[in-house]
Nanobody, 124 residues
Framework: QLQLVESGGGMVQAGDSLTLSCAASGQTFDLDNIVWFRQAPGKEREFVAA????????VYSLSVKNRFTISRGNAENTVYLQMGSLKPEDTAVYYC?????????????????WGQGTQVTVSS
C-alpha cells in the first residue's frame, strides 16, 4: 500500500520561502496525480496545487498562484511544493494526496491516499 510522508514544514516570517516535500513509500506513484491541500485552524481543508502524473500540467488555487510552485521528481518518487512570499494566511497543516482523475484533483473526496501533514506557520 502506498504511504505518503510530508516534510519541510516549519515556522517562518512573512515574505520568506519554504519547500515542502511529499515522499512515497510502499509503492511508486508514477501514475498518480499529486495534490497539495492545506487546513488552517478552524477552517475546512482546501485545495492548494496539483501536478499530473507526468509533471506536464499544474494547477493552483488563486490564493497561491504565482507564489507557489509544484513539481515532481519521479526518479526520487517525491513531489515538491516551493512556497514563496509567504503570508500569515498561509499558516496551515499541509497535506499531500494522490488523485487518479485530473478533473477531480480539487475534490477532497476524490483523493485516495493521504499523508499525515506538515505544519507551516508564518508570522507577521
Amino acid at each position: 500500500q502506498l504511504q505518503l510522508v510530508e516534510s519541510g514544514g516549519g515556522m517562518v516570517q512573512a515574505g520568506d520561502s519554504l519547500t515542502l516535500s511529499c515522499a512515497a513509500s510502499g509503492q511508486t506513484f508514477d501514475l498518480d496525480n499529486i495534490v497539495w491541500f492545506r487546513q488552517a485552524p478552524g477552517k475546512e481543508r482546501e485545495f492548494v496545487a496539483a501536478v499530473t502524473w507526468d509533471g506536464r500540467l499544474t494547477v493552483y488555487s488563486l490564493s497561491v498562484k504565482n507564489r507557489f510552485t509544484i513539481s515532481r521528481g519521479n526518479a526520487e518518487n517525491t513531489v515538491y511544493l516551493q512556497m514563496g512570499s509567504l503570508k500569515p494566511e498561509d499558516t496551515a497543516v499541509y497535506y499531500c494526496a494522490t488523485a487518479r482523475q485530473w478533473r477531480l484533483v480539487r475534490v477532497l473526496s476524490a483523493a485516495r491516499y493521504w499523508g499525515q501533514g506538515t505544519q507551516v506557520t508564518v508570522s507577521s
